[in-house]
């Protein structure tokens, strides 16, 4: 008997490992692997024959400050239009995620469906769509300019406002959905006693709805700011030669300058800085869990 | 009649769409060697590969060619198959020749198979390919059409003898401006620096296609390419960058913006603007009055090719007159055979008549072309040009 229950105690301590093994064997393969192929190409010198260099491991940290210090300005600017698009995200998706949460009643589901509809058709194409009708001789352009409101460069497409627009627009879902699902979760009852307490709506707002939102908040933030930070996309086919975000950069310097060295070193540089900004965003709001 | 128009229009569309150089599908690809890293993607050539025994194989029963999109007429294969007695195995997988020479560098270099026995770089990428020994040699036996090559493409810099390199289609690199947004005729270079224009310029990211007519403006010529005279284009460009002058560097996909008028003048390939004037006859295409340069697009045989004599075979068939022209016909491309009149009038007569498509000896001698650059010379061109188009 006494030899059973081990057996079964052993068995249960082996499952958990065996059940998460899958999941670990593929990190390896697609995360960890890769990742440290492109650490130590990053810290790697070229040799040889121009295009077929050989990348020699040799600590080379100078990869790092040549990156940084060329592309100084590209990498500020990508910050500089991801935080500009993630705000703006969080101004339009929370009235939104608030409507469907709160006052949508039997629509939700169609509203939610709505939301979610232009997400079908791929980002390539919903990205061009704007060039269309953010064109020079476009609706767009001829209304805003007849009120005064075009930017500087008397259009629209190809400014860095095309660009930051089109970062919102194609990444907004993705601060919809998880703020619906927070707002979705607060018990109307709180709402009920706030009012009972005297409270106005707006205080109801600041001091029960808001402090609840918050995991929606920061989760919607951090979905749109990682991915826009790194998007070359719409800097490609909605700005100009003045709004080169790093992930343009990257991408150039990967397939057509081919300095990998110093391409894997941007790499980097933007994922550790993207990885300090969230670990300060996140101490900021103070949220433990992320939804 | 009317419904061959008509069809001829359908491609002439179809191609505007997806234009061979374009830019879209590169895109994608970009994106996923962005996430995995060059090191990934060479472990994946060498993986792939490793199954093929490689250079010994042969097999004279099929031809594998690789081509760029909408590069080819509708029909051709199944002539040349009827022809030949081959079975052809035609993918238009060929998108872009830097993408191209990233994926295949690994299994080439190991003589490994790459799925192709015959493949169409452009000249440039020809020659580095040629330059790294990674060529078969075409053999005179095998392509006696050879002789109906255009005077000028017998011989060249890169390729001494043309014995690896065979012209397939070329192309003149010169500016296209959309008469409706400009108002006015555009001759010259200087042209794209008129104030007028701010903003409504785009030039080719490309540093040859973009810089050479720049160089030409400037008194300086591409075909003698020093440093200080590709720099002072360089430096040209970034003070007009500065200036919020140019609004992109652009690929292929210069095209559309120009179409719609949200650019007035683009730097631009003529075969381009030939498809895109069926739909909007406002766009000129003109040689800058210090001239322009040209495209070649080169077939090659790749020294793990399993059919080195169908490869030869095909190329024969090309350079037949009747069989090209029905190519240049569809492509709407500047032919490497010379005197193609009679047979493109023999199916359209608009094509013969095209000077884009036909050009005129006199505009041929204002296309100057880049001579074998070395690796080195590539690359320090390359980098200081990426520098100004943004990374």
Known sequence: MAGVATSTRQRSRIAPYLMILPALVYLAIFFVWPLVALARTSLSTMSGSVFLPTLTFAWDFGNYAEAFT??????????????????????????????????????????????????????LIRTIAWKIILSDDGWVVSALGAVGLLPSEGRLLSTSWAVIGGLTYNWIIFMILPLYVSLEKIDPRLLEASRDLYSSNARSFTKVILPLAMPGVLAGSLLVFIPAVGDFI?????GSAQTTMIGNVIQKQ?????????????????????????????????????? | MPNEIDRQLIARL??????????IGGSA?????????????????????????????????????????????????AAFQAATGLTVDYKEDFNDN????????????????????????????????????????????????RKNLRPDLIDSPVDPGRKYLAPYMSGMVGIAYNKAATGREIRSIDDLWDPEFRGRVSLFSDAQDGLGMIMLSQGNNPEDPKMPAVQQAIDLVAEQKEKGQIRRFTGNDYADDLAAGNIAIAQAYSGDIVQLQAD????????????????????????????????????N?????????????????????????????????EVANNPLINPSQETLDNIYTWPALTDEQTQEINTAYAAVTGG
Not at chain 1, 81 to 90: D, G, I, N
Not at chain 2, 14 to 23: E, G, L, P, Y
Not at chain 2, 283 to 289: N, Q, Y
Request: charged fraction near 20%; include cysteine.
């Open chain 1, 70 to 123: 060329t592309y100084r300005e590209q990498i500020l600017r990508s910050f500089g239009y991801a935080a500009t698009a993630t705000v703006l995200c969080l101004l339009l998706a929370f009235p939104l995620a608030y409507v469907i949460a709160f006052k949508a009643g039997r629509f939700k589901n169609l509203i939610l469906g709505l939301v979610i509809l232009p997400f079908f058709v791929t980002f």
């Open chain 1, 234 to 238: 719409n800097a490609d086919y909605l």
């Open chain 1, 254 to 291: 990967f397939l057509v300058v081919k300095d990998y060295p110093v391409a894997s070193a941007l790499s980097f540089v933007l994922m550790s800085l993207i990885l300090a900004g969230v670990l300060l965003y996140t101490r900021a709001l103070g949220t433990e869990d992320l939804v």
């Open chain 2, 14 to 23: 179809a191609a505007n769409r997806t234009s061979r150089r374009r830019f």
């Open chain 2, 29 to 77: 690809a970009a994106a996923a060697a962005l996430v995995l890293g060059p090191s990934f993607l060479a472990a994946c050539g060498s993986d792939s590969s490793s199954q093929d025994a490689g250079g010994g194989e042969t097999d004279e029963s099929t031809l594998r060619v690789s081509n760029w999109p909408l590069y080819m007429a509708d029909g051709f294969i």
């Open chain 2, 98 to 145: 830097e993408q191209w020479f990233a994926k295949v560098k690994e299994p080439l270099s190991r003589k490994h198979d790459i799925g192709a026995d015959l493949v169409i770089p452009t000249e440039f990428m020809g020659a580095r390919l040629r330059e790294l020994g990674w060529l078969n040699e075409i053999s005179d036996a095998g392509v006696p059409n």
């Open chain 2, 280 to 315: 909007n006859p406002d766009l000129e295409f003109v040689v800058p009055e210090a001239g322009g340069t040209s495209f070649l697009d080169t077939m090659v045989i790749p020294y793990t090719t399993r059919n080195q004599k169908g490869a030869e075979a095909w190329i």
């Open chain 2, 317 to 349: 068939y090309i350079y037949d007159r009747p069989n090209y022209a029905k190519l240049v016909v569809y492509t709407q491309f500047v032919p490497v055979l010379s005197d193609m009149t009679d047979e493109l009038a023999k199916l359209d007569p």
